[in-house]
């Protein structure tokens, strides 16, 4: 069972607000990663990391920020959130020892901007 | 573009029957390939993986995955479909180097029916 977690599950929350939607993973895995998915839909990368310090953009344009201080924690921040934000966002991780290590994902969190 | 396709949207199966959920890859080398589960409101489940060897990989729940190079293929299967196997399913490809992001297919809901 893979231990990944994000918070909130669920967010519902006004126009304009700041926003940071939180992933903890206590793997030590190096490899982190946001998708967004509106519900039942393909995914969509939006950002990643390789390590400490290390952030990139995904393929999916997307207005939110990441960072990455620690191993085990990925937050992804939207500065001022919009109707357009609102989606379903994945966080996943992934070991870099071996070979083709499958992610594990966190269960989500929802967001629905009003 | 390196591409998965997953051809079909929806698949409808009866209980006990075998099912086959189809997954093509558009990828230089030989890279990773993995099926993922996600039931409504989770996150995405692993199932099972190839990175080489015997063509048939076996995964979680009874699944399995059949592996053909020659068409690029990774179809997953199962047996005798369950109720609980309704879900929808996706189908990933990660490169085999220079990169750990992971392309993921569409998707493909799959109903069993009682």
């Known amino acids: 069972e893979a231990d990944i977690y994000q918070t909130p599950r669920y967010l519902v929350i006004g126009t304009g607000k700041k926003i940071t939607l939180e992933c903890s993973q206590t793997?030590?895995?190096?490899?982190m990663y946001w998708y967004q998915q509106d519900p039942g839909m393909e995914l969509h990368l939006i950002h990643y990391?390789?390590?400490?310090?290390?952030?990139e953009k995904g393929d999916l344009s997307s207005e939110s920020t990441v960072s990455r201080i620690r191993t085990e924690h990925f937050p992804l921040t939207l500065e001022s959130a919009r109707p357009s934000h609102t989606s379903q966002y994945l966080c996943?991780?992934?070991?870099?020892?071996?070979?083709?290590?499958?992610?594990?994902f966190g269960d989500g969190t929802r967001l629905s901007i009003l | 573009a390196q591409s998965v396709a997953q051809p079909e949207d929806q698949v409808n199966v009866a209980e006990g029957n075998p099912l086959t959920v189809k997954c093509t890859y558009s990828?230089?080398?030989?890279?990773?390939l993995f099926w993922y589960v996600q039931y409504p409101n989770r996150g995405l489940q692993f199932l099972l993986k190839?990175?080489?060897?015997?063509?048939l990989v076996k995964g979680s729940y009874g699944f399995e995955a059949e592996f053909n190079k020659s068409q690029t293929s990774f179809h997953l299967k199962k047996p005798s479909a369950l109720v609980s196997d309704s879900a929808l399913y996706f189908c990933?490809?990660?490169?085999?180097?220079?990169?750990?992001?992971?392309?993921f297919g569409t998707g493909t809901r799959l109903k069993v029916l009682a």
């Open positions: 990828v230089s080398g030989n890279p990773y």
């Open positions: 990933a490809v990660r490169p085999p180097s220079g990169t750990y992001k992971y392309i």
């Open positions: 190839y990175i080489t060897g015997d063509n």
């Open positions: 996943a991780s992934s070991e870099s020892q071996g070979s083709g290590q499958p992610q594990h």
């Open positions: 990391s390789y390590g400490v310090n290390s952030t």
């Open positions: 793997m030590g895995h190096d490899k």
